[in-house]
Nanobody
């Protein structure tokens, strides 16, 4: 089992920045892929970015050039640096992890993940 706890959400104005963190605990040695997803009210959950352990990174087109995903493996922490935020980035952001296998979907896909955090709210005002 892997437990994920997100933090770092908040309210910012358009053009602002936030850094989300996700601390993993438990059987973290099994994780091969971690990702960030978001869900706005009335919309489906969408993949934002994902990173394979020691390997590839993928971003959704809507955040390319503005968001950066990275991880501190010794600290079992995943980050999402979000810059140039827009009102359409407003959503609940979730951290997810996959055990045993890397992620291969060209766009982060929720079906690939085994564990999820509770989410952290990001609100961007115009």
């Amino acid at each position: 089992q892997v437990r994920l706890v997100e933090s770092g959400g908040g309210s910012v104005q358009t053009g602002g920045s936030l850094r989300l963190s996700c601390v993993a605990s438990g059987d973290t040695y099994t994780t091969r892929c971690m990702g960030w997803f978001r869900q706005a009210p009335g919309k489906e959950r969408e993949g934002v970015a994902r990173i394979n352990k020691y390997a590839s990174i993928t971003y959704a087109d809507s955040v390319k050039g503005r968001f950066t995903i990275y991880q501190d493996i010794p600290k079992n922490t995943l980050y999402l640096q979000m810059d140039s935020l827009k009102p359409e980035d407003t959503a609940m952001y979730y951290c997810a992890a996959r055990s045993g296998k890397y992620c291969y979907a060209p766009i982060p896909s929720a079906d690939e993940y085994d564990y999820w955090g509770q989410g952290t709210q990001v609100t961007v005002s115009s």
